[in-house]
Nanobody, 124 residues
């Protein structure tokens, strides 16, 4: 069974930065693509970013391009989400997720494994 554990959430002011981490218990073909999603209060969970363990290719939702960076550390079995220039609308619970294959999917239903989430709150 694959386990994903997020950390790094917190409370920051508008314009600040946070770095989220996701530790993966084991890397297999079933976890070859890693994604970050977020869910704000009373809103649906949405895709934020994804990365391939294999070649490092990335994908982002338009609203975070230029502000967020997803990266991976193969040796540590960890994925990161560096978030800069944070805005109040970035406030949400952020989830790490994993899926098999090579496509950097944005659809929630394509991801098989999920972490418990970490709260990110941006104050105005």
């Amino acid at each position: 069974q694959v386990q994903l554990v997020e950390s790094g959430g917190g409370l920051v002011q508008t314009g600040g930065s946070l770095r989220l981490s996701c530790a993966v218990s084991r890397r297999t073909f079933s976890t070859s693509v890693m994604g970050w999603f977020r869910q704000a209060p009373e809103k649906e969970r949405e895709f934020v970013a994804a990365i391939s363990w294999i070649d490092g290719s990335t994908s982002y939702i338009d609203s975070v391009k230029g502000r967020f960076t997803i990266s991976r550390d193969n040796a540590k079995n960890s994925v990161y989400l560096q978030m800069n220039s944070l805005k109040p609308e970035d406030t949400a619970v952020y989830y790490c997720a994993a899926k098999k294959g090579v496509v950097l999917d944005t659809a929630i239903r394509t991801y098989d494994y999920w972490g418990q989430g970490t709260q990110v709150t941006i104050s105005s």
